[in-house]
Structure formats: structure tokens, C-alpha cells
């Protein structure tokens, strides 16, 4: 070799190393900088109180009503997402974000308007604080109502939990939150589901996370009267079936009461192994007039207390209650975890999406769905839609996206999808009529930058190789 391939050798080898260096030195500062922002969320979460303490200050100097037009919501997942009863407008309430290094837990407002496709945010003095993992429902009830119940408020570093069980309903027309004060409530919890049937609020299941022990799941069924403001719990004997404990299923009201499927639960095994499982199962809650039931309710009315017995358990609202699997076929195919559901204005249930965990001693493996099913009320069967093949603009596999129905024309938003170690929030927004037999969606916003951001170093990275 001559001096001059040399001495351009040996430039290339100090150039290099240089490089190698700065790769370094950045890393480092990376590194460094990480370290301080995890000591910050650590001394953040070590006083929840104090954060929620500061919301509570900042709604107390909301003294009016402010309404103004807004971009499209940012990333998030776990929030509410519910049509007007008046068809309208859409309501999304709350939720999170996550990107790796930080939690975001929102309190926002926003009014999507079908007809422009445009969103405007709406700040109500004395309203919920942020959260996620609560749910909504809407009515017709006093010019079109709101109510939220539940969810939970997750510190910035996402290590420690605050569950709720309060109730909210918000007055659409007037723009006016109202806290709910009746007793014998749900206990505090998310992942809960929640339909409106008639004059009844039906809260079923959840989970609660003090992030010291395995979540508790609850399967505890728990009714609301809109019109006597009471709460009331409806308990069913062992001998008599109902659901396992669980959160993340799906249900939808039917017209003598709901339909329950899939979910989610984590056992205890032995100590502090614990094991997760994916309900793929079926429920049909009826309730039915009973004479007995409607002496109990009446005799509420007129102010006199009643304590039930065990084998009343199952009286609550002037009714009869009973739950009755549904034996449906391949259920497998079907029914997933997390996925989204809503009811047409035919009272179709339809399904969107979901994932189906695989478990070993030392990984969790998630396989994510965008299947668009579709439930037929009469004969209770599931019929897939097709057009995902053909259709370009075909929502990707998710988990916890967010649904609801207008008419027939039914509306997603937002979700998680998971690559490896990394969670993506997603934000990406569709609409599609599945009174048609074959799906076609139309893509009312594409999907963000900001919804593949992850902060979190890669637990896959290789480290820089050696000279």
C-alpha cells in the first residue's frame, strides 16, 4: 500500500471513530436526558393528587362556556365516541396517549359535525376531570343528554392509577355538566361497558388497578334509573349462568335488553403468576315484567327502604333479570378482545376490529383484527362484510378504536396498534354503510405523524458495532 491510499486509510479510520464518537455522545445525551424526564414523571406520579388538584384549579376559572372551531383530535385511544340523538354531531370525550416516555391523559371536549366534516371543541365550566376508560352514552332525554360513567386518570409516567365511579351527564342543547350524587353506585373502575336501555343505564364488568396487585375484574351488573336517579344492583345466585369477570368486551342494547361478547381477564394461578384469557363467548341479558319486582319498585317510590334478599337478587327497575348464553357457532371468528361495536338504526349489531393475545411465560404475542362483522338480532348468527380485499381505504388492524352509528353509516376513529415493543395511538378517522352488502369505506382523515411517535428506546436495538 502507498503512503497516499495510507494516509487517506488512516483519515478514513480518525473520520470514523470521530463519527463513532458523536453516535456515542448523542446516545448518551439521549440517555441522560430520558434518565430526567423519567425522575420528573417518577416524582410527578408519586403525588396524583396534587395533579388532579391542578385541573380541579384550572375548571375554576372556566366561568363560561367557550365554543370555538378546532383541527382534527389528536391520537388517542380510550376515549368516548357518541352520536347526538338528534344524528348531528359526534361527541368525543377524554382519553389517552401514550408515546414510550410519557401518558397523556385528556379532559377535552369535541364536537365532530357530520354533515361538514369539521370539528369544533367546546369548554363547559364544573365538568369531569381527565380521563380514559370510561364510558359514554347518548339520549333524546331533556332536548339530548351525555352520560359518562367511571374511567381512570393514569399518572405521566403511567405508574400509578386513580379509578373512578362517579356519574356525569351533560345537558347537549344547554352546553351544562352535571355531577350525579346517588348512592350504592359501582364501585371505581374502567374498562367497563355501558348501555342505554329505555329509561336504564346498565353498567356490566371492568377492572381496577392499583398497580401494587393483579387487576380485580368485575362481571357485577349495576342499573341506574335516569328518571329516579337510583342506583340498584342486580345479583344473580351461582346456580344461575351469567358472564365470567372481565373488561374490554363488547355490548350492545337490544330491545328487552343487551348482548355481551368477548372481553378480556387476568387470573391469579399460584402466588404472583398470573394468567391472562380472551373470552370468546356469547350473553343474551333479558329482563321480563314479575309482579314481585314491581311491588320492590313501587315501594321505592314511595320512599320506603327495601333490602332485598338473595333470591331477589335478580329483581331491579320493576323487572326480572336473567342472563342465557348463546350457543353461536364459530365464535372464534368473530369475537375478539378490545374490538368495537355499535347498533344501526335497524338494530344490527356490528362489530370492528380487536386483538387476541397469545401468552407464554415470557412474551405476550397480540394478533390484531379489522374485520367489520356484522350480527343479525333475529337469528343471533355473525356474518362477516366483505370488501376488505378490494378496498384500498380499508381501516388497518387495531384494538380499542372507538364507533358509533349514525343511521346505517357507521363511524371510526383512532386505536391501538402494537409492532413489537413499540404502541401506536392511532388517529385516522372513516366512514362506511353496512346496509350494503359489500363495505366501502371512505377515509375522512388519514392518519398523523405524531401517531407512530415512540420515545421509549427499542429493547431490539443493537448495540454500535466494534471497529
Known amino acids: 500500500m502507498g503512503k497516499r491510499d495510507n494516509a487517506q486509510t ?3 479510520r480518525r473520520q470514523k471513530k470521530k463519527e463513532k464518537q458523536k453516535r456515542q455522545h448523542d446516545k448518551d445525551a439521549i440517555k441522560e436526558e430520558r434518565a430526567v424526564q423519567q425522575q420528573k414523571h417518577k416524582k410527578e406520579d408519586e403525588d ?14 372556566l366561568t363560561e362556556v367557550v365554543e370555538k372551531k378546532c383541527n382534527h383530535p389528536s ?7 357518541v352520536a347526538t340523538p338528534d344524528g348531528n354531531d359526534i361527541i368525543l370525550f377524554g382519553g389517552e396517549f401514550t408515546n414510550g416516555l410519557k401518558t397523556y391523559i385528556y379532559s377535552d371536549l369535541l364536537f365532530y359535525n357530520i354533515k361538514k366534516n ?6 363547559i365550566p364544573n365538568g369531569p376531570p381527565p380521563r380514559s376508560g370510561h364510558q359514554a352514552v347518548c339520549t333524546a332525554r331533556g332536548g339530548g343528554q351525555m352520560w359518562v360513567f367511571g374511567g381512570e386518570y393514569a399518572s405521566p409516567g403511567g405508574s400509578n392509577f386513580k379509578h373512578y365511579n362517579d356519574l356525569w351527564v351533560l345537558n347537549i342543547k ?8 346517588a348512592p350504592n353506585g359501582p364501585s371505581a373502575r374502567s374498562g367497563h361497558r355501558m348501555a342505554v336501555v329505555n329509561r336504564l343505564l346498565l353498567v356490566f364488568g371492568g377492572f381496577h388497578d392499583n398497580a401494587k396487585k393483579a387487576p380485580k375484574y368485575f362481571n357485577d351488573l349495576h342499573i341506574f334509573d335516569m328518571d329516579a336517579y337510583r342506583w340498584d344492583q342486580v345479583t344473580f345466585t351461582p346456580l344461575e349462568p351469567h358472564p365470567n369477570p372481565r373488561s374490554a368486551c363488547q355490548i350492545a342494547p337490544t330491545q328487552d335488553g343487551l348482548i355481551l361478547f368477548g372481553g378480556y381477564s387476568i387470573t391469579r394461578i399460584k402466588g404472583e403468576i398470573t394468567k391472562g384469557e380472551t373470552h370468546v363467548d356469547m350473553w343474551h341479558l333479558v329482563f321480563e315484567d314479575d309482579e314481585e319486582a314491581a311491588e320492590l319498585e313501587a315501594a321505592l317510590k314511595d320512599g320506603v327502604e327495601v333490602k332485598k334478599s338473595s333470591k331477589q337478587g335478580n329483581l331491579a327497575a320493576g323487572k326480572k333479570w336473567k342472563w342465557s348464553k348463546i350457543r353461536a357457532g364459530d365464535l372464534e371468528n368473530f369475537v375478539h378482545c378490545s374490538g368495537s361495536c355499535a ?3 335497524n338494530n344490527t349489531i356490528v362489530s370492528f376490529g380487536g386483538v387476541k393475545d397469545k401468552e407464554t411465560d415470557d412474551s405476550l404475542q397480540g394478533n390484531f383484527f379489522n374485520d367489520l362483522n356484522r350480527l343479525n338480532p333475529a337469528s343471533l348468527k355473525w356474518a362477516h362484510l366483505s370488501g376488505r380485499e378490494e378496498d384500498e381505504n380499508w381501516p388497518s388492524v387495531r384494538m380499542s378504536s372507538m364507533l358509533t352509528c349514525k343511521g346505517n353509516t357507521l363511524f371510526l376513529f383512532g386505536g391501538i396498534l402494537e409492532k413489537g415493543d413499540k404502541q401506536m395511538t392511532l388517529d385516522d378517522m372513516y366512514k362506511v354503510d353496512v346496509s350494503k352488502k359489500t363495505a366501502s369505506w371512505t377515509v375522512l382523515h388519514k392518519m398523523s405523524a405524531k401517531a407512530v411517535e415512540w420515545l421509549e428506546e427499542d429493547s431490539s436495538d443493537e448495540e454500535e458495532e466494534e471497529e
Open 10 to 12: 488512516r483519515r478514513d
Open 48 to 61: 396524583l393528587d396534587a395533579l388532579l388538584a391542578e385541573f380541579a384549579e384550572m375548571d375554576r376559572q
Open 75 to 81: 391520537p388517542r385511544c380510550a376515549c368516548s365516541f
Open 118 to 123: 369539521s370539528w369544533k371543541s367546546c369548554q
Open 174 to 181: 344547554d352546553r351544562e355538566w352535571e355531577k350525579i350524587v
Open 343 to 345: 347498533t344501526t338504526s
